[in-house]
């Protein structure tokens, strides 16, 4: 981990994982070109999941098996600076990360063992650290450009030359030029000018090369600052709103990519767009594709483009009992809630009837089951392994009660043994070594319009947990 893995990689490169949050919550058929870019073997699953192999030891990982591997090392850093125990943290992620991957990181924060409280953006963290001391109304821009893309190795070869300031920025100016719409985009979905900023802030390791910073300088007509660890910070700052010991600072995130359905001709109806403030929820209400239809199938996706095949599709589910009627004459309200996290909940409602399902996207992780899971048994001692065993019996006989407030009740009793179980496995002899282990764990239509009912390949959509109330 950190340094000796690094000084390691030279010798160990088919061994040595770096840069896995590229992978993190994604199909393989999502990453081919990236997993081009990095020393170590990235493999497809039966399941169409990524896989990183470890020839050494002859296994596979998920990628959130090696993210918490990284948090737990964190957290015992943490933990033993500050001589108390590290349990809950605030994790920061790429903006750019789609509703799968962030659940993806919240399963690797409860590998390691930690209660994770907040999933925020990278540049809004950073804003937040910075405006933290400021008393003036001011608009920040954060210009954040890391280095993870460029952490490319081909084994353990050295090249001894020498690489000018201007031959680099030369081999760079391409990607320089692709900076620029970005930035432009930004500012028009915020409605602003450059006239609007007031400062500009830069993060990550990228953002140190001089053309980059006189790029920006340039675009803004600002001179950008860039302090040090300010995304970090910016956790930190967010841990101290949520425990109450910050009181004048309210966080408000957006949604990165825009929520829809399928509807006629393969096209993405949008319900909530981007950059809408968390939370949130909307309802819009759809009806039958033809005459007598007595189910909907609901295509809940993600992204920006016209057309349901270059989106993302998160989950579908049917909703069925719809009273034969004449098609456009059903109503299916179909509600969709975002929490401050950015996870995704989707229900749909028959108003003539009262029927409802809700979907929760909470199958994102490519974390294997079945047998990790016995491979986690054995590592588990059985007073530990009861207690769950307890916990889920009670849930069961909460889901079979039909009680919303005890199945809740049930929910948080057995994510807490679930956490118990995470950090008893991580302080076993071994835990810090290099083999992690997981802890257990339709088309509609608007009114009047018609349906494709079509429904996403089975490989590209995640698996998602759904009930069915009357």
């Given at each position: 981990?950190?340094?000796?893995?690094?000084r390691?990689?030279?010798?160990?490169?088919?061994?040595?994982?770096?840069?896995?949050?590229?992978?993190?919550?994604?199909?393989?058929?999502?990453?081919?070109d990236?997993?081009?870019?990095?020393?170590?073997?990235?493999?497809?699953?039966?399941?169409?999941?990524?896989?990183?192999?470890?020839?050494?030891?002859?296994?596979q990982f998920?990628?959130?098996?090696?993210?918490?591997?990284?948090l737990?090392?964190?957290?015992?850093?943490?933990?033993?600076?500050?001589?108390?125990?590290?349990?809950?943290?605030v994790?920061?992620?790429?903006?750019?990360?789609?509703?799968?991957?962030?659940?993806?990181?919240?399963?690797?924060?409860?590998i390691?063992?930690?209660?994770?409280?907040?999933?925020?953006?990278?540049?809004?963290?950073?804003?937040?650290?910075?405006?933290?001391e400021?008393?003036?109304n001011?608009?920040?821009?954060?210009?954040?450009l890391?280095?993870?893309?460029?952490?490319?190795?081909?084994?353990?070869?050295?090249?001894d030359?020498?690489?000018?300031?201007?031959?680099?920025?030369?081999?760079?100016?391409d990607?320089?030029?692709r900076?620029?719409?970005?930035?432009?985009?930004?500012?028009?979905?915020?409605?602003?000018?450059?006239?609007?900023?007031?400062?500009?802030?830069?993060?990550?390791?990228?953002?140190r090369?001089?053309?980059?910073?006189?790029?920006?300088?340039?675009?803004?007509?600002k001179?950008?600052?860039?302090?040090?660890?300010?995304?970090?910070?910016?956790?930190a700052?967010?841990?101290?709103?949520?425990?109450?010991?910050?009181?004048n600072?309210?966080?408000?995130?957006?949604?990165?990519?825009?929520?829809?359905?399928?509807?006629?001709?393969?096209?993405?109806?949008?319900?909530?767009?981007?950059?809408?403030?968390?939370?949130?929820?909307?309802?819009e209400?759809f009806?039958?594709a033809t005459d007598?239809?007595?189910?909907?199938?609901?295509?809940?996706?993600?992204?920006?483009?016209?057309?349901?095949?270059?989106?993302?599709?998160?989950?579908?589910?049917?909703?069925?009992?719809?009273?034969p009627?004449?098609?456009?004459?059903?109503?299916?309200?179909?509600?969709f809630?975002i929490?401050?996290?950015?996870?995704?909940?989707?229900?749909?409602?028959?108003?003539?009837?009262?029927?409802?399902?809700?979907i929760?996207i909470?199958?994102?992780?490519?974390?294997?089951?079945d047998?990790?899971?016995?491979?986690?048994?054995?590592?588990?001692?059985?007073?530990?392994?009861?207690?769950?065993?307890?916990?889920?019996?009670?849930?069961k006989?909460?889901?079979s009660s039909?009680?919303?407030?005890?199945i809740?009740?049930?929910?948080?009793?057995?994510?807490?043994?679930?956490?118990?179980?995470?950090?008893?496995?991580?302080?076993?002899?071994?835990?810090?070594?290099?083999?992690?282990?997981?802890?257990?764990?339709?088309?509609?239509?608007?009114?009047?319009?018609?349906?494709?009912?079509?429904?996403?390949?089975?490989?590209?959509?995640?698996?998602?947990?759904?009930?069915?109330?009357?």
């Open positions: 981990m950190g340094q000796i893995a690094k390691q990689a030279v010798v160990n490169p088919e061994n040595t994982f770096f840069s896995v949050k590229r992978f993190v919550g994604r199909k393989m058929s999502e990453v081919d990236e997993s081009k870019q990095v020393s170590y073997s990235v493999v497809r699953d039966e399941n169409g999941n990524v896989k990183l192999e470890c020839p050494a030891i002859g296994k998920a990628p959130e098996e090696i993210s918490a591997q990284v737990r090392k964190l957290v015992d850093d943490a933990s033993k600076f500050l001589s108390d125990k590290v349990t809950k943290a994790i920061t992620v790429p903006a750019y990360f789609n509703d799968s991957q962030r659940i993806a990181i919240k399963d690797a924060g409860r390691a063992g930690v209660e994770v409280l907040r999933i925020i953006n990278e540049p809004n963290a950073a804003s937040l650290a910075y405006g933290f400021e008393k003036n001011e608009t920040i821009l954060v210009f954040d890391g280095g993870g893309t460029f952490d490319v190795s081909d084994g353990p070869k050295h090249i030359t020498t690489l000018t300031r201007v031959k680099f920025e030369d081999l760079c100016s990607l320089l030029d900076l620029k719409r970005p930035v432009e985009t930004s500012l028009k979905d915020a409605k602003l000018s450059f006239n609007d900023i007031d400062e500009v802030i830069l993060v990550g390791g990228s953002t090369i001089p053309s980059v910073q006189d790029l920006v300088r340039k675009l803004t007509g001179e950008p600052v860039n302090p040090d660890e300010v995304v970090a910070l910016g956790a700052v967010q841990v101290g709103v949520l425990s109450g010991d910050v009181s600072i309210v966080l408000l995130d957006v949604i990165p990519l825009s929520l829809g359905l399928e509807t006629l001709g393969g096209v993405m109806t949008k319900i909530i767009p981007r950059n809408t403030t968390l939370p949130t929820s909307k309802s209400v009806s039958t007598g239809q007595t189910s909907v199938e609901i295509n809940v996706l993600q992204g920006e483009r016209e057309f349901v095949k270059d989106n993302k599709s998160l989950g579908s589910f049917r909703l069925d009992g719809v009273p009627a004449p098609r456009g004459v059903p109503q299916i309200e179909v509600k809630d929490d401050a996290n950015g996870i995704l909940s989707v229900t749909a409602i028959n108003k003539g009837t009262g029927k409802k399902k809700d929760t909470t199958g994102a992780s490519t974390l294997p089951k047998e990790k899971l016995k491979e986690l048994g054995e590592k588990v001692p059985t007073d530990v392994k009861d207690k769950v065993e307890s916990k889920v019996k009670e849930l006989d909460a889901i039909g009680s919303t407030q005890t809740k009740d049930a929910m948080a009793a057995l994510n807490q043994e679930v956490m118990q179980l995470g950090q008893v496995l991580y302080s076993q002899p071994g835990s810090g070594g290099p083999t992690p282990t997981p802890t257990p764990d339709g088309t509609t239509e608007k009114s009047g319009s018609s349906s494709s009912g079509k429904v996403a390949g089975e490989g590209e959509v995640i698996d998602a947990d759904f009930r069915e109330s009357n």
